[in-house]
């Protein structure tokens, strides 16, 4: 067994108690915890810093500017995006995709028109395309997943057409942990002119992202899902998109000329950031990609590789679990039911012994639907979490299983 390395003390949230127990926390698909370097840098900037930015010729105001476009460099960076400019700060993955969908794709919809999507998308990847698809008389067109949840790759590519005018997935499902092929999806689609958006918002946190090597034409995440503020969301877009894309919203900050006899707009990202934005969640976001960048991707896959195999290894040797979504390639997200409990009733009792999980349809039922569910209990977990709490995990569910078979 690799060594189970401690990064507990690194988040002040995780040294608490829930129900007069240690806060075991395996519900880091939803939002991740913050780490001490987090909530200092939010607190000095917020404490000692704070200012509206390109606003103001003062000190507060041009070091608060400096501080932003940094957070904007340093995500560039991050995903290896070619510049810069191409880098939206939005409120988070669901504005992003909705920005995309209302700048970009519904100008391209006709009458008979498509946008293929999977089974397995969160909402946020499902709804903005059906509202703009409804207006234009198009569809959104499910690929189909396999039992196991995984892509049929052979039949995501039959779906392919001269009436798909946009490809949208996950790049990791919420709700089952499959990591899709993102590279040779977005090369099908590409090869018949189609442009794809991938929703990062599952993957930003267990692997590295390189929007460069995927090939995609636009990459969207949230900061609170990567140890960041919530209200922080990202928009990758090429520039050649961008540039050349209707401004979602009007305001300040985003135009060049403004009159009554019309508004001439600036280029990206300015003209998509309109209105004073939340510069304290981008200085966040950035003090949290510094810290995942000190640990480094080689010991955060080791240790999340570590908890996958043993959880994988615990849970299946408790016969009336059953996990749902056994994908060879997967992050550690365990979706599971109990024979005769229902999910919600599994969360409770484990939260009773500290244990925070989610429990529901984990804002997927087509994919729940497809699978012939309405819910499953959902373990989880990032690096600061530890083979004990595995252990302790199992151990509850022996218990829940035991209660519900008596």
Partial sequence: ?????????????????????????????????????????????????????????????????????????????????????????????????????????????????????????????????????????????????????????????????????????????NALGTINPVKKMTAMAHQRGIPVLVDGAQAVAHQKVDVQELGCDFYVFSSHKIFGPDGQGVLYGRKEHLNGMTPYQGGGDMIEIVSFDGTTFRSSPERFEAGTPNISGAIGLKAAIDYVNDIGWETIHEKESLLLNHANESLTKIPSVKLIGTAEEKVPVLSFTIDSAHPHDVATILDTKGIAVRAGHHCAQPLMKR????????????????????????????????????
């Fill in 1 to 173: 067994m690799k060594k189970d390395i401690n990064f507990k003390e690194d988040f002040p949230i995780l040294g608490r108690e829930i129900n007069g127990k240690p806060l075991i926390y395996l519900d880091n698909a939803a939002t991740t915890q913050k780490p001490r370097a987090v909530i200092e840098r939010l607190s000095d900037f917020l404490s000692e810093e704070n200012a509206n930015i390109h606003r103001g010729v003062h000190y507060l105001s041009m070091n608060a500017t400096q501080s932003y476009d940094e957070s904007r460099s340093c995500v560039a960076n991050f995903i290896n995006a070619e510049h810069d400019e191409e880098i939206i700060f939005v409120r988070g993955t669901t504005e992003a995709i909705n920005l995309v969908a209302r700048s970009f794709c519904s100008e391209k919809l006709g009458p008979g028109d498509e946008i293929l999507v999977t089974e397995m998308e969160h909402h946020a990847n499902i709804v903005p395309w059906q509202l703009v698809a409804g207006e234009h008389e198009a569809r959104v067109v499910p690929a189909p997943i396999t039992d196991e949840g995984e892509l049929d790759l052979d039949r995501f590519e039959s779906l392919l057409n001269e009436r798909t005018k946009l490809v949208a997935f996950v790049h990791v499902s």
């Fill in 371 to 406: 699978m012939g569910l309405s819910a499953t209990t959902r373990a989880s977990l990032s690096f600061y979490n530890t083979v004990d709490e595995i252990n302790q995990l199992a151990e509850a569910l022996k218990e829940v299983t035991a209660l519900f078979e008596s």
